[in-house]
């Protein structure tokens, strides 16, 4: 059976439309798919050694069916045994070569392809069919992160902190909020004159939510997330720009600093609240698709600091990573840029002239085009 159709509607009109023993291709009898529900309701329920307890039944009884396998995969996925889930996994795949979940979830754990489906020879159902080209984005996005045909047309352009939220402030009183609302307005116009669509989180000066920042850049379906900072050291010395992606662990302890910062506001926020009592398909997809907007992210963040470094007077302190909350549910890749020093006299001096900041919104400018 395919598992989109799971995604879509849910096992259980899936199960209603198909009636009990009536599942089209699917070789089990009335105990095995008892199991496999009971299976599927302790997984939504998140009690996994249950559900892996009657599911390793289930596939014992009927070692053909991909369903329940797919299901014992999830069940030890979120019992953390990587291991056994993946062995799970490939096998609905081997029985079912077009179980695009099993096999997403199979190379997402493993970290390895699974070798391509081969052609269905019966006429595909139109689910099938978007799940094809579902399968097609996905596989052009990875393309795409291997620096082969990326183009950037719609950029969503945050200026960090506001309002109340003044972010990083230098000995000579220099905001942070009012310097990246500067460079990011100069770069919207840039981007503006050029033939990229460009879109700001906030266009003056008043507090955005960190939350509301990735729902604009969602919303406006943009291809790129840049969020525009200023750091700051207790220690006066460093200076120069950093270019950062997200990742779930920081690349370094500095790093791990810089997002801890940049989160702080976090406590302003309405916490996004995870929906209970359903299956977590909407998530683990999402996470799925997280994962390749992280790996495309590292790969533009390398790419834009090498052009853009190129562009800008001061020094580069390279590319970093680390768990930016405002970059975390962007759906697309995303980049936070520190751009100089506020701690550092030298650098807060050239952050205060408009000039200078037309030259960073300048070096942004080439560094994304
Ligand atoms: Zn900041």
Known sequence: MDRRSFIKYGVFSAVSSYGLLSIP?????????DLSISGQNFIQKKQFVKATAVLEK?????PENDWAFGLLGRAY????KKREAVIAFNKAVKINP????????????????????????????PLEKEALKEEKEILSKIKSAEGLDYKISRVVIDAGHG???????????????DVNLDIALKLHKKLKASQIKSFLTRTGDYYVPLSARTVTANQYKADLFVSIHINANKNPKPHGTETYFCSEKASSKEAQKVAAYENSVLKFDTPYKKKTGYIDIEDILFKFEQKLNWKESDQLANKF???????????????HSANFYVLRRAQMPSILLEM???????NE??????VFRDKIANAIFKGLV
């Open 25 to 33: 291709g699917i070789s089990f009898g009335e105990t095995v798919f």
């Open 58 to 62: 289930a596939v014992t009884i009927d």
């Open 77 to 80: 996925n979120g019992l953390g």
């Open 98 to 125: 077009n179980d695009t979940f099993s096999r997403m979830m199979a190379e997402m754990l493993s970290q390895k392809p699974l070798p391509p489906p081969k052609k269905p020879k019966k006429p595909m159902t």
């Open 163 to 177: 309002g109340f939220d003044s972010g990083a402030i230098g000995k000579n009183g220099l905001k942070e909020k």
């Open 305 to 319: 600091q090498d052009r853009f470094q190129k562009e800008l007077p001061f020094k580069s302190r390279g590319v």
């Open 340 to 346: 100089g020093f506020i701690s550092n006299s030298t």
């Open 349 to 354: 001096a050239k952050l205060s002239s408009p």
